[in-house]
């Protein structure tokens, strides 16, 4: 399946058509497990969003389904996914753009792959809404502004080749319980552990210019390295 800027979400998105949302790719009815959604260059930061499983955590711009692969075709360099910060904050921590209707840039689920991106803006919530397991420090409202595990995914997910910047959450400012490969994080915020990154195993990572406010690991928070 295709995705472009200049495409139409009506088309099939099979090569040589493209879909033009992430939304319109991620949710054709013919994509099925072990298939890629490759994306043309080009910054992706439309009005759609997408909510895992219909219910009412945090948008994203995209949700990956599991054991599939979202991958840029032109790199990381040219290829961008932008997340929003909340119209309102939350009061508990105000500056950075976290609250109800925050965008994350991608959520993943079980066995899905995220290749080749530069991931920016993404934001949470920094207290809790209406999600079930009602934990803060590792829900999937707060946690992961610019990459999130939902649920049954944590740490059976991965990014690669990514860039994550100028992301935030409550915690795991750039992503939060996956497995990360040669990405970069640079100048992310948590409110309370992993600025850069928390609960995910890091292979051949770089991480500058994150902070955190709260607990400790303004780079990474409980991470495997």
Known sequence: VYVAVDGDDAATGFYPSAAKTLKGALTNPDLASGDTVLAC???YAPDDTMMQDGGTYIRSRAVVPANVTLASKDGRDVTFI??????VEDPEFTGHGLGVD???CVTLLSGARLKGFTLVDGRTRAVL????????????????????????????CWVEDCVISNCAAYRGGGDMAVRAKNC??????????GGGTSDTQVYGCLSAGNTVDGYAQSSIGFGYV
């Open 41 to 43: 260059a080009g910054t």
């Open 82 to 87: 932008r997340g929003a910060s909340a119209t």
């Open 184 to 193: 970069i994080f640079r100048n992310n915020y948590a409110c309370y552990i």
């Open 129 to 156: 809404g209406d999600e079930g397991d009602k934990d803060r420090h590792a829900g999937c409202e707060t946690t992961g502004g610019g990459v999130g595990a939902f649920k049954t995914a944590r740490n059976a």
């Open 102 to 104: 925050a965008i994350r």
